[in-house]
């Protein structure tokens, strides 16, 4: 596919030039991905691939059809695009709970996994377990990936480390994402 230029109409179809419309997002979109680190790559591989089992299949199913309202099955995953299925994904293992003790798939992962993964992938997955959901308003950026917040939800302030939204939210930006603490820093 060829590349969309800043002033080139919207390939949304909005009529509005692409700067003016899908622009930023597509390069949070893109950021986000060449930002992760190995180690959060790995491991969010691991989990998804854990969360396909056929053990899940039932609960998969069943979260994808809450989370979708029923508009898309899991046969429509042609029709969704790469972002919305890793949100899906993502509020499936963190936020959906499966099994006769509803309990989350990243609590059950990490009991049956843990053990096997280092160190640092364990600390990481406590951290992600321990995580809340927020809506953030961007106060203002700093350095490579520093961030000020404003928890809409929790109405505090507070500051958190994100590089790819440090070097393309604007101040004002809402932002919806999940917080966690790993080593005394905040992560967004």
């Known amino acids: 596919m060829a590349k969309v230029g800043r002033n ?3 390939p949304c179809g909005s009529g509005k030039k692409y700067k003016n419309c899908c622009m930023r997002q597509d390069r949070l979109s893109a950021s986000r991905e060449l930002n992760m680190r190995a180690d959060e790559a790995m491991l969010l591989n691991a989990l998804y691939q854990f969360a396909q089992t056929r053990r899940f299949a039932s609960a998969t199913s069943s979260a994808f059809a809450v989370f979708w309202s029923g508009v898309y099955d899991l046969d429509g995953l042609q029709e969704i695009d790469s972002d919305d299925i890793r949100r899906t994904f993502e509020w499936f293992v963190h936020d959906y709970p499966v099994g006769d003790d509803r309990r989350y798939l990243i609590d059950i992962f990490l009991k049956n996994q843990g053990d096997k993964l280092p160190p640092e992938a364990r600390s990481l997955l406590e951290a992600w377990g321990h995580s809340s959901t927020g809506l953030f308003r961007i106060l203002g950026s700093g350095g ?3 961030l000020s917040l404003y928890d809409c939800l929790r109405r505090v302030e507070l ?3 994100n590089p790819a939204l440090a ?3 604007q101040r004002g ?3 919806v994402g ?3 603490l790993l080593a005394g820093i905040t992560h967004l």
């Open 178 to 180: 999940r917080h966690y």
């Open 144 to 146: 490579e990936a520093q």
């Open 173 to 175: 930006d809402l932002v």
């Open 159 to 161: 500051e958190a480390q």
């Open 8 to 10: 080139d109409p919207c």
């Open 167 to 169: 070097r393309n939210a």
